[in-house]
Structure formats: structure tokens, C-alpha cells
């Protein structure tokens, strides 16, 4: 279990953990939400009446199970049906290659539940053997036959579609959206900022690249506060990036007016989580795909700024070195910050030393 001690002077205090992951997050680091619906009325009915939604949301294992199972089962509702019929019409007890004059046999050869089902196999998937075969004198057999066949190319066009519309939806391209593990607050220009990166690692770009964040605090009595705040790109002044091909860092500036100000001071023990969503649209497409991220306290590392990951190549190109690209370095102190008055505080974790950090009170607080 991790030990914080916090030393102002010569005054020793124990404190709660710093930055400590006390709680289960709400979004996970890959975007699944974690919060369970209990006793909603009506569930089952709702997901039913969304069995396309219920589809698109499934494993692929789930998914070629439901589609198998379908085919089997519409063949053997329909080889039940031309078993009945050949029975209610008399063909299982007479010799097919000689049937009595007075008799028109439905299918011929169908003696059995098993040369039913095949029957019903080769209607549905228009094989044709031709040992097989319904008799034209026989109504009943030409209107099982035409029902099963319409019954079947509509099954056939939904799974068609629902394989198709799973493999194309937008949710697959934000698999490649990554973002950094842990957050930074850095000081640019002697002001706070914290700061997260997001890269696209295929070389398709993305468009109209649109940031937001949520802030999630849980209060006292039990309930999520919900506060947005906003993060810019460098002097990017729209709210859209227009091209997203290399690593993108995103600037959130912690003003005595910013909710996250107090929250990552060091004397704030409230649990905390940050939810950041990016959209952006697929060029060759033109869909919407999403992708999101949280961040916990324990997450945020205060002065510390990633690793450069832009370097040139020998012909003089860019490249991007993307094991840079979750490292984080920590920040010395510069002349500027220390002209401005601060608390230093000597912060042990587990009993070992680790550098002083400064909160600036006229940055991080009123």
C-alpha cells in the first residue's frame, strides 16, 4: 500500500495517499464504460426491439454463433414442414419409383425427417441435385416451397447486411486512435498546463479532429458532478483540427478559474476521474468514429512533459518515434518559476525521497 508523507518546513504530517486509486474508474483506459443498470424496468422488452443494436455490439464469437444457429434453424423448422406434408399427403409408405395411379406425391423421394432436412437444405441454398424435386400437381408443396424461399432470402440479406455493417462501422478505425497512459501538468511560458497526447498509428489521416473532456467528481453525498472543461492545440484558434496524421498534444491551462486547479493540489483528497473524448471523420469514408480515454489522479504526474517523439530521417523527413511516446521526463525547477512565490513540499513515497515538487499559488489557487 503506498505511504505518503508530506514535510512543509520542519513540520511532519501524514496525509492521505497521494493521488491514490481508491476507487474502480467509470471509463477504462480503452473506453468501455463500467457502470451497471440495475432494476430498469422493461430491459429485456427494450433489447429486443433493438436486435440490430444487439447484433452490432456483439463478439465475433457471439455473432457467428447467432448466424449459425439461425441457418440450422430455419432449415429444420422448414424440413419439419415438408415431413408433415409428405405424411399428411400419404408419400412415406409407398414406393416412390412406382406410386399407385391414382396418387401425386408432393416431393418426390422424401421418405424420411432425414431426406426432408436435405431437401430443405438444397431449396435454401439452391443446390439441386435433381434426385429431389416438388411436383407441379401438388399446391401445397409449391407454396411451402415459395414461403421458404422468400423467408429465406430475407435472412439471407440480414446477415449479409449485419456482416457487412460490422465490419465497415467507424468503432474498428478508433481502435488505431491511442492516447498516453498518464497525463502531465508542465509549465509553458510560466503557466500551468496539463497536458495528454493522442496519436493515429495508421497512416490513413483522420479530419476534423474534435476534443472534449468531462470532468467526474464524486461529492460528498454519493454523487457524480459533471464539469466540462476544455483543451486547445498549440494556436489552432477552431475548435477542429483539420488533419490528424502525427501525435497531437492537447493543452488544458489550470487557471484559478479551471475545476482541475484545486483538485491537483496536493492538500485535495476528492476522487476524481477525467473522461476525454475525441471524435474525428474518416477521409475515405466520411463516418464518425470516436474514441476515449480517463484519467485518475493516480494518472496525472505533475511537473513532468513527454518526450519528444518528431526527429528527422537521413533524407531530411519526418519521422515519428513512437516509443517515445507514453515516456514522461521530469521538470527542473527554471529561474522564472522562482521568482513566483510557492510552496515547496519534500514528498516520500514509501519512505524513499523523490524530487521536491512546487505548487505555484498563483497559478494552481486563489
Known amino acids: 500500500?503506498?505511504?505518503?508523507?508530506?514535510?512543509?518546513?520542519?513540520?511532519?504530517?501524514?496525509?492521505?495517499?497521494?493521488?491514490?486509486?481508491?476507487?474502480?474508474?467509470?471509463?477504462?483506459?480503452?473506453?468501455h464504460s463500467t457502470l451497471q443498470m440495475d432494476g430498469a424496468q422493461g430491459k429485456g422488452l427494450a433489447y429486443l426491439k433493438d436486435a440490430w443494436g444487439i447484433l452490432m455490439d456483439m463478439r465475433w464469437r457471439w455473432m457467428m454463433l447467432v448466424f449459425s444457429a439461425s441457418f440450422v434453424l430455419h432449415w429444420l423448422v422448414f424440413a419439419v414442414l415438408w415431413y408433415l406434408l409428405a405424411e399428411m399427403n400419404g408419400d412415406l409408405d409407398i414406393d416412390h419409383d412406382s406410386p399407385p395411379e391414382n396418387h401425386t406425391i408432393c416431393v418426390k423421394y422424401i421418405t424420411s425427417f432425414t431426406a426432408a432436412f436435405s431437401f430443405s437444405l438444397e431449396t435454401q441454398l439452391t443446390i439441386g441435385y435433381g434426385t429431389m424435386f416438388p411436383s407441379g400437381d401438388c399446391p401445397s408443396a409449391i407454396a411451402l416451397l415459395a414461403i421458404q424461399m422468400v423467408l429465406g432470402l430475407m435472412l439471407e440479406a440480414f446477415i449479409t447486411g449485419a456482416f457487412v455493417a460490422k465490419i465497415a462501422r467507424p468503432k474498428n478505425r478508433a481502435l488505431s486512435i491511442r492516447f498516453t497512459y498518464s497525463a502531465v501538468v508542465t509549465h509553458r511560458e510560466g503557466k500551468p498546463y496539463l497536458m495528454f497526447q493522442v496519436a493515429n498509428t495508421r497512416p490513413s489521416p483522420l479530419t476534423s479532429v474534435r476534443i472534449s473532456a468531462v470532468l467526474y467528481e464524486e461529492r460528498e453525498n454519493g454523487q457524480l458532478y459533471q464539469t466540462s472543461v476544455d483543451f486547445h492545440l498549440d494556436s489552432i484558434t477552431s475548435e477542429d483540427c483539420p488533419f490528424f496524421i502525427f501525435p497531437l498534444t492537447y493543452y488544458h491551462s489550470l487557471t484559478p478559474s479551471s475545476p482541475l486547479a484545486i483538485l491537483l493540489q496536493r492538500e485535495a483528497h476528492h476522487h476524481f476521474e477525467l473522461v476525454v473524448f475525441l471524435s474525428a471523420t474518416q477521409e475515405g469514408t466520411g463516418e464518425t468514429c470516436q474514441r476515449r480515454t480517463s484519467y485518475l489522479p493516480s494518472e496525472i504526474l505533475l511537473h513532468h512533459h513527454f518526450a519528444s517523439m518528431l526527429a528527422r530521417g537521413a533524407k531530411g523527413e519526418y519521422q515519428i518515434k513512437m516509443e517515445n511516446f507514453d515516456k514522461t521526463i521530469p521538470e527542473l525547477p527554471t529561474a522564472d518559476s522562482k521568482s513566483s512565490k510557492r510552496t515547496d513540499m519534500e514528498i516520500r513515497i514509501n519512505g524513499q525521497h523523490i524530487d521536491s515538487f512546487q505548487i505555484c499559488e498563483t497559478r494552481l489557487a486563489e
Request: charged letters at 30%.
Open 1 to 31: 500500500k503506498m505511504r505518503t508523507e508530506v514535510i512543509e518546513g520542519n513540520n511532519t504530517k501524514p496525509s492521505a495517499p497521494l493521488l491514490a486509486q481508491r476507487y474502480p474508474r467509470m471509463v477504462t483506459k480503452d473506453g
